[in-house]
Nanobody, 117 residues
Framework: QVQLVESGGGLVQPGGSLRLSCAVSGFTFRVSAMSWYRQAPGKERALVATISSLGGSTNYADSVKGRFTISRDNAKNTVYLQMNNLKPEDTAVYYC??????????WGQGTQVTVSS
């Protein structure tokens, strides 16, 4: 059974930083590309960042390029999202899953990120 457990969210002021974690089980993590998504209030879930199975390739949404960094630790079955210079528009619930097209139907509970002064 696939399990995706996100953590690390919180309330932060604009310009602040957070590091999200997603612990994965139930599939062979080390051969799977992984992605972070986010869903803001009243909006559809959107792709934020993707990392290849060995971590050698990453892609980002234009809105987060230069501010967010996706990484992974295959020994720990965990994918991370380092978020710097946070903006109010980054406020959302953040989720991890496999990339679009190979994404699992089930989602974790997500982790809430709120950027506000």
């Amino acid at each position: 059974q696939v399990q995706l457990v996100e953590s690390g969210g919180g309330l932060v002021q604009p310009g602040g930083s957070l590091r999200l974690s997603c612990a994965v089980s139930g599939f062979t993590f080390r051969v799977s590309a992984m992605s972070w998504y986010r869903q803001a209030p009243g909006k559809e879930r959107a792709l934020v960042a993707t990392i290849s199975s060995l971590g050698g390739s990453t892609n980002y949404a234009d809105s987060v390029k230069g501010r967010f960094t996706i990484s992974r630790d295959n020994a720990k079955n965990t994918v991370y999202l380092q978020m710097n210079n946070l903006k109010p528009e980054d406020t959302a619930v953040y989720y991890c899953n496999r990339p679009p097209g190979v994404r699992y139907d089930s989602w974790g509970q997500g982790t809430q990120v709120t950027v506000s002064s």
